[in-house]
């Protein structure tokens, strides 16, 4: 933030309104379409913070706790974990990095409820989403690459075809649709998710940068 931008936050009560300088972008697409990967290389161009709702609950399965071994079972049956869980680690994340010059949003939003959430969210910050990439991948592609990667990831939802396609199916049926919630707003824009991972990339900055 410039010098000028943070002696201009508006203050109303005692919420600050950040001026609209940030860049917050949703990285969308299927499972195995390469928001992961992509968030890498993003984080680093233009200094955001990666927010993956995956690696988030990876975590609290790792640690164990009473909100991780509730997650486990739907995670590995390939099922979407409930609205409020995801939503309520989100929401922790903003609040805990005021300073974060935007963040990627990588596997969130998942629903409808989650999408609106996030604009509610945003706007208490007086901020917005700037766009949604959405990877475009053909299922066999997916399927391809989610059973290669659960050879050496141990992800148990990468190493059967059966939980593979169930996640291609929840995607397709409760998340997929947010591309219209998206394309509403004018915040839709569609990136051809095969190739090199550096011409993915490229495909990506120029749709964030234009
Ligand atoms: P992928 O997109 O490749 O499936 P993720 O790491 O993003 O991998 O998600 C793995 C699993 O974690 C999902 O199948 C789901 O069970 C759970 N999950 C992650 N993000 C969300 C979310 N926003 N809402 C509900 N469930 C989620």
Redesign the pocket.
Known sequence: MTAWAETCQVFTGSQPLEMKNKMHLVLF?????G??TQSQFLTEKYGLKHL???????AEIKAKTPLGLQ?QE??SA??????E??VGMIRNLLENNPDAKGFIF??????RA?AEALDEAMKETGSEIKLMLALDVPEEELVTR?LGRGETSG?P??MSEEVVRK?IR??EKKTAPLKDFYHAQGKLRKIHGLGSIVDITSRLTDAIDG
């Not at 697409?29 to 379409?33: C, E, K, N, R, S």
């Not at 390939?78 to 609205?83: F, Y």
């Not at 990588?106 to 629903?111: S, Y």
């Open positions: 697409g299927p499972p195995g379409a928001k992961g993956s709702t995956g690696d988030l609950l990876r997650a739907l995670m390939g099922e979407l974990v409930p609205d869980v995801v990588d596997g969130f939003p998942r629903t989650q989610l992800r939802d990468d996640r929840e995607y």
